[in-house]
């Protein structure tokens, strides 16, 4: 067993934890952006394929306190580099810094552990591996906190954001792993019919399609950091994969944008993720949408005017909020937006507001509860409920 530490985007931090959690992770401790477990070989494989909100995973080689640079020096010529690394592979070193006096830059910190790991090897084997700062074999990643450092190796490589099905991108994509975030928030997991009518990409309905059928994000990725580790277990890897459960699925997933491109674009993409044959696509404005749902999850990722221009946006945000009033009442909204101005022209209260970053956006991701009467306020007490146990949940975590 060894520590892992996963990079997940602001306020997810808690889905995440709960994803580890279904994978049988332990000592789960969540953090500003990361979340910390214990955890072994196969946990390590098993958190890179099948958590849909990870950015990337580290297993944590070496953590100490130092006084001074020299004490830094030395306890990093302790760590058994030759373990993850040998003669012939190349390495990257990528260093954070925060609140130290010793250390003024995160560039002095990479030099000194190249340093110590440079000179570990020529004692040991009278020569070093290379460094690659583009396409290294094996990345480090040093992280310094007053006079605390945690080093550990990244088993992930490229962002697990990709996952090999974005084949056309659109004018402002959403990640992936936000796309998942967004859904695991709103609590949807297949049991009822999904709808974005304004796709895109196919984003949104891509990463609904593969929750609902429990399909693993990565399932189509090629590579992993950790296959070039020199423990690497190819048929440990596999048991991995296999042991996923393939769910069936029997409701419908809707995906719409009033632009053929991008309705051309997400079936492209939903081919490439294999999930075509469980998304209904169609060519159509919003406002003239005729899809009949009940009980039914609504996401939307519309325009916020601040890479998509041209149009009168105000007016979007009105029909759209219209439209959700007239002809999807016993269902949920959820849209994202870091535009308020535009927002309050939705015209509806929402019951539940959380903070997310788009990229650099800020964005508010807004639940709108699309009852009337005795149903609303039952489902007001609903969402108290779920956001005092959420709230309890996660404080356990951080204690």
């Known amino acids: 067993m060894f520590r892992i530490t996963i990079k997940t985007l602001e306020n997810l931090e808690e889905t995440l934890a709960q994803e580890i959690e279904g994978i049988g992770g332990e000592n789960i401790l969540t953090g500003k952006r990361v979340v910390h477990f214990d955890g072994d070989k196969a946990m390590l494989y098993r958190a890179n394929y099948r958590l849909r909100t990870a950015l990337r995973v580290f297993k944590q080689i070496s953590s100490f306190k130092f006084t001074n640079i020299d004490t830094f020096y030395v306890d990093c010529m302790k760590i058994k580099w030759e373990s993850y690394l040998t003669l012939n592979q190349s390495f990257a070193i990528q260093s954070t810094v925060t609140n130290s006096l010793l250390f003024k830059n995160s560039m002095f910190a990479s030099l000194k552990v190249k340093d110590a790991l440079a000179d570990r090897f020529r004692q040991r084997f009278g020569n070093r591996p290379d460094v690659d700062v583009k396409t290294p074999d094996i990345i480090f ?78 399932r189509l990725r090629k590579n992993f950091a950790f296959m070039a580790w020199k423990d690497y277990d190819e048929k440990l890897f596999e048991k991995i994969k296999e042991e996923v459960e393939i769910r069936e699925f029997d409701r419908k997933i809707f995906s719409s944008d009033i632009l053929k491109k991008n309705v051309l674009a997400a079936q492209t993409n939903a081919r490439a993720a294999r999930v075509y044959n469980l998304i209904e696509f169609q060519t159509c404005d919003f406002e003239n949408l005729d899809i009949s749902l009940n009980d039914a999850c609504i996401m939307m990722n519309p325009p916020y005017g601040e890479r998509l221009v041209g149009e009168n946006l105000h007016n979007v945000y009105s029909m759209m909020g219209s439209k959700l009033k007239h002809a999807y009442l016993n269902n949920v909204a959820w849209i994202l937006s870091s535009n308020e101005k535009l927002m309050y022209n939705i015209g509806l209260k929402p019951s539940a507001k959380i903070k997310l970053l788009n990229g650099a956006l800020e964005c508010g991701f807004h639940k709108y509860a699309l009852f009337e009467g005795k149903r609303k306020t039952l489902v007001k007490n609903q969402n108290q409920d779920g956001e005092k146990k959420s709230e309890s949940n996660s404080k356990k975590r951080k204690s």
Not at 141 to 167: A, F
Not at 168 to 194: C, R
Request: net charge negative.
């Open 141 to 218: 990643h040093v992280h310094i906190n007053q006079n605390e450092c945690t080093i550990s190796v990244d088993s992930s490589g490229e962002s697990l954001h990709k996952r090999g099905y974005r084949q056309v991108q659109g004018e402002a994509p959403l990640n992936e792993v936000l796309a998942a975030g967004m859904i695991l928030l709103a609590g949807w997991k297949g049991e009822t019919d999904f709808m974005d009518p304004m796709c895109g990409s196919g984003t949104l309905p891509i990463e609904a399609a593969m929750i609902a059928r429990n399909i693993p994000p990565a």
